[in-house]
């Protein structure tokens, strides 16, 4: 069986978009999106867009938002290099805008 690496996520945008450019150019865009279970329980997870997918949309805080993409693991050395600290993104490669009217209860 062949391993898969695949996230799905429907939420709503919980804080502001921050979009940015790589040293070489390349358009990033940061989101962080939050789900609720049907327990009540929030997460937000981080989610990264680049290039064209970065720029396809102004996406602003509330805004409902379907993700397709993939989990990336990193670690992030902290300042002065002393700390790592793990981060997990997850690696957009399509995102929707979704509007309620069309989400069916369950």
Do not use: C, F
């Not at 978009?17 to 997870?45: C, F, I, M, Y």
């Not at 102004?58 to 379907?66: E, I, P, S, T, Y």
Request: charged share 25%.
């Amino acid at each position: 069986m062949t391993d898969i690496n695949k996230v799905e996520l429907l939420g709503t945008v919980d804080a502001k978009p921050v979009p940015s450019e790589t040293t070489s150019g390349v358009k990033t865009l940061n989101l962080w999106v939050k789900t609720v279970d049907k327990d009540q329980r929030a997460a937000v997870h981080k989610v990264v867009a680049w290039g064209k997918l970065a720029r396809q949309r102004a996406w602003k805080k509330g805004d409902r938002v379907h993700v397709r993409g993939n989990i990336q693991h990193r670690i992030h050395w902290g300042y002065g290099g002393k700390s790592p600290t793990p981060i997990v993104d997850i690696v957009a490669h399509r995102l929707e805008h979704h509007s309620p009217d069309t989400e069916t209860k369950s």
